[in-house]
């Protein structure tokens, strides 16, 4: 599942008119970078939430085939957060543990670890497996330790990626169609020590801001450059 649902108020004015995850970076939209990605590593069933905007996330993707994927879409019409969003979308996930990626971030995550790694959760008495990353300049604090691939309270704090996989049963108690953040929700499973985690130390931004985006878009344009060269 790709999360697409958010206003991105900081990013106004450029969201006014163009839901976030099709603002573009290295001339494509964000969301593109992510589907690209996930095909070449084979997840090719792809959910996407949408609310702001939403029906121009549909226009542009439609049904995923020019990805080689199957995009299914679930309208919320007015945002629920992270968890009520994906308890919205549920009943198209299945019953197995599932891969869920922010919209809004830029990341070179290896998306082929996934299955693996969602067979293991499937396996085991975890509710959630968390890609934490280093800290950037706007969350210095961090989220989440990490202590021999287990997300803690303590310990040196790293930021949660955006990327994650969960089971559906970590979602049963929100009703569909109410409000409901993830971070609660994963404090508790971490305080019951259900959560594991890993450390990506390649390259991801939370794309929050239009200089971020600029940023974004500079670096991809001067690596795309130096392979044309």
Known sequence: MILAAGRGERMRPLTDHTPKPLLQAGGKPLIVWHIERL??????????NHAH???????????????????RYS?????????????FALHLLGEQPFAVV??????????????????ALANSADMAHLVLVDNP???????????????????PKFTFSGIGLYKPSLFANI???????L?????????????????HRGRW???????RLDELDKQLRESQNARHD
Not at 53 to 71: H, M, N, P, S
Not at 75 to 87: C, F, K, N, P
Not at 184 to 191: A, F, K, S, V
Not at 205 to 211: A, E, K
Request: glycine content about 14%; proline content about 4%; charged content about 20%.
């Open 39 to 48: 095909v070449r590593a084979g997840v090719t069933e792809l959910v996407i």
């Open 53 to 71: 905007l939403g029906k121009q996330i549909e226009q542009t993707l439609g049904d995923g085939v020019q990805f080689g994927a199957r995009i």
């Open 75 to 87: 309208d919320e019409g007015s945002a629920l957060e992270t968890a009520g969003g994906i308890a």
């Open 102 to 119: 922010n919209g809004d971030i830029y990341c070179d995550f290896d998306f082929s670890h996934l299955p693996a790694r969602a067979s």
């Open 137 to 155: 300049e706007h969350n210095l604090k961090g989220d989440f330790g990490l202590q021999a691939a287990r997300v803690t309270d303590t310990g």
């Open 175 to 181: 009703a569909r169609g109410s409000k409901a953040p």
């Open 183 to 199: 971070a609660p929700l994963l404090r508790e499973q971490i305080t019951l020590g259900h959560v594991s985690g890993e450390h």
């Open 205 to 211: 931004m939370d794309i929050g801001t239009p200089q």
